[in-house]
């Protein structure tokens, strides 16, 4: 089932779709020929850029609003084939200074959309992006999909309460739900104003900046790093195989990078880049998970979607993107 294609002429929602998993994920459907409306609250600092949707606004309908209004989701949902839920509050580090605003996005807004479904469209497919930080500290690699829940952060504390919900919706409502749970993406068209999300963007901003990238520690935790093409491709694929209802699956490469090769290959493809080494920060180290290495056999399985792009290749594109388009982001 991952032949795209069967989006052809499909009715599709993406919440948080102007962010960059979500406009890499609609634009691919437009290619497809579907019908797709994204919505996006567009919160400063966070990743909703309607240059993400550049060449596409004209094929699409793009909506402002925030999932927290439950009366409007209410009218979004009405009619949707699928659903791709991809709106949430997503800096680790900011959900512990401010869980009551994570809390409020990243549960209340998913509860909504599923009493929204629940009570207007039942047959619509969702998928829930959760994140890898479900697992928290890692007791083995790779980490397959029964790993214990060691959360270090209220963001992975609300993102498994989340993921709870969609399960709860489908076994007790009925709702074809499926969570997929993403390493760690990285690609075109993430915000890039700070460094509250992807790293191996942010290090990007840096380098193309001429500015040092830091390293505390030895930098030798290894991570699956993720490119969001892959991402779009291996959530739009668990849409479509119906035996993903009611389940959850790692989303990743399958490959463990150490920290330090990564900045590397990004001080590599921007010359003249210094790395710098430092002790690990006291708010940070308490969330450090050690090495992540997602175990993806089950989504492999599952929908006979595979990661195609390489780290090496995936910086190399992103790097070119943004030096093409750096005004549009920061």
Known sequence: MNDLTYFRDARVLITGGAGMIGSTIARLLVEQGAEVTVVDAMLPTYGGNR???????????????????????KQ????????????????????????????????????????????????????????????????????????????????????????????????????DTVSVRLTNPYGP?????????????????????????????????KRDYIFVEDVAEGIMSVA????????????????????????HLVAKNIPGTEVQYLPWPRDRYFVETGDFIADISKITAATDWAPRVSLPEGIEKTIAYYRQHREQYW
């Open 189 to 221: 068209r993430q915000q890039m104003k700070h460094s509250k999300y992807g790293i191996v963007n942010w290090f990007i901003r840096l380098a193309l900046e001429g500015k040092p990238l830091t390293v505390f520690g030895e930098g030798k935790q």
């Open 51 to 73: 240059f993400n949707l550049h060449g596409i606004m004209d094929k699409i309908v793009f909506v402002k609003g925030d999932i927290r209004n439950l009366d409007r989701v």
């Open 76 to 175: 979004w949902v009405d009619g949707a084939d699928y659903v791709f839920s991809l709106a949430a509050q997503v800096s680790y580090v900011d959900s512990n200074h401010d869980p009551l605003l994570d809390l409020d996005i990243n549960c209340r807004g998913h509860l909504n959309l599923l009493l929204a479904l629940s009570q207007i469209n039942r047959r619509a497919k969702v998928v829930f992006t959760s994140s890898r930080f479900v697992y928290g500290s890692i007791e083995y690699n790779p980490v397959d999909e029964e790993h214990d829940f060691n959360c270090l952060s209220i963001y992975g504390i609300h993102k498994l309460a989340g993921e709870k919900y969609y399960r709860f919706y489908h076994d007790a409502h009925g709702l």
């Open 240 to 263: 479509l195989a119906p035996e993903t209802a009611g389940q959850v699956y790692n989303l990743g490469t399958g490959v463990g990078t150490p920290f330090i090769d990564m900045v």
